[in-house]
């Protein structure tokens, strides 16, 4: 996947400027495919000279005036072709595993700490995800419109869960090893907060 099917893909629900664009990446499909802000603009000016999305000039009174773009014509067959080949399953690059691989030769305290960052990191995305599946599923079911949408949030829930408990596995190991207690599960945390 390039970014600029996603991009395309996130102009389908409606004209954005660049700026609501970006903020609706991060929000959306950022979650699977990362982007800065300055990657985005970049891009649309590829797609806007491919004419795969055309930019319409707002005047705006006492600022600058903003481009809002549409997807064209061109841009939603593009879409369509990129979206009937297909996909190629990610492959994984992490230094933390290879770390571990080498467990024997490396320090264990600071896979430990890098560990519980990871743990709380994906804690945190489980919870976003979940947060934002019960805001805008609240019934559990989508319109065919959303039903992707639903779907992606679902299986990134799965996968946040099953980090975690992967990490919380790691760090009772290398606790063993360490003799320190071991990690509270996700369930268990979130009775804690009350989540």
């Keep these: 996947m390039a970014l600029g099917d996603a991009i395309l893909a996130c102009l389908t629900e409606r004209p954005m400027t660049g700026y609501e664009l970006a903020k609706t990446f ?28 055309q930019g319409r000039e707002v005047v705006q009174s006492g600022k600058p005036n903003k481009l809002v773009y549409t997807l064209t014509a061109e841009g939603r067959a593009a879409l369509k072709h990129w979206a ?9 690059k992490d230094d933390l595993l290879v770390r571990l691989y080498a467990l024997d030769s490396v320090d264990i305290e600071p896979l430990r700490t890098d560990l519980m960052a990871r743990l709380e990191h994906h804690r945190d995305r489980y919870e976003r995800y979940e947060r934002l599946l019960n805001k805008r599923f609240p019934d559990g079911t989508a319109p065919p419109a959303d039903l992707g949408k639903m779907l992606g949030l679902r ?16 760090l009772n190991a290398l606790s063993a090893i360490a003799g320190r207690g071991n990690v509270l599960p996700l369930d268990d945390s979130k009775r804690e907060s009350g989540g």
């Design 26 to 53: 991060d929000a959306s499909i950022g979650f699977f495919w990362k982007a800065d802000h300055q990657q985005i603009y970049r891009e649309l000016s590829r797609l806007r000279d491919k004419g795969h999305v």
């Design 84 to 92: 009937a080949r297909p996909s190629v399953p990610p492959s994984i």
């Design 155 to 170: 299986i990134g829930m799965r996968h946040e869960r099953v980090v975690v408990e992967w990490c919380e596995e790691a």
